[in-house]
């Protein structure tokens, strides 16, 4: 940091914390040149994302929306709230990364579909219906037999369960 007073480059820091609201953290810095004292402050860089819709349109992130496509994809499953929470972090997470921070709505469709597909195969069918719109039919009606079937046999062996 540039000494306020003399222009000078180099400094120590003297003393370091977190204001009361954590969200800086401020330091005292000692010019090495004519030792006087002036303060830092550190703040978090706040990252927007922004979302291009399909009409080419671009809205701000909305991590509230997304995670209510995924509540609603996920009604009567066993995930946990915590879980969807956490899909959403991640997904953000990665979009991040992107050095534009511009991202196609479909992109983050996909992105949440790959995540739930390791968790829950119904959420994950119900989602994708809504996400790709039935654009590659074929894909989406092979994994739905297959989804159904294991159904079908989970059905299966919960009955013979009860039987006994
Ligand atoms: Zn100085």
């Known amino acids: ?11 120590k820091v003297v003393d370091s914390r977190a204001t009361a609201e954590e969200s800086a953290v401020r330091r005292r ?17 706040e990252v927007s994302l922004m979302v291009i819709k399909k009409d080419g349109s671009r ?10 496509g995924i509540i609603k994809a996920c009604e009567k499953r066993q995930i946990s709230m915590e879980k969807i929470e ?32 390791t ?4 959420a994950y069918v119900r ?3 809504v996400y790709r719109q039935f654009k590659d039919v074929g894909q989406f009606m092979s994994e739905l037999k297959d989804i159904l079937n294991k159904e079908k046999s989970a059905f ?9």
């Open 59 to 68: 809205q701000a992130f909305d991590r509230k929306k997304i995670i209510s």
């Open 156 to 164: 299966g062996r919960g009955a013979v369960k009860k039987s006994r």
């Open 1 to 11: 940091m540039r000494c306020p007073y003399c222009g000078h480059k180099e400094d």
């Open 127 to 129: 989602f994708a219906s």
């Open 119 to 122: 968790m829950d195969d119904v």
């Open 29 to 45: 810095r000692e010019c090495l040149k004519c030792g006087k004292r002036f303060t830092t402050y550190e703040y978090v860089e």
């Open 86 to 117: 956490e899909i959403v972090t991640q997904v953000e997470r990665s979009l991040q990364k992107k050095p534009d921070r511009e991202v196609p709505a479909s992109r983050i469709g996909e992105l949440v579909m790959e995540r739930l597909k």
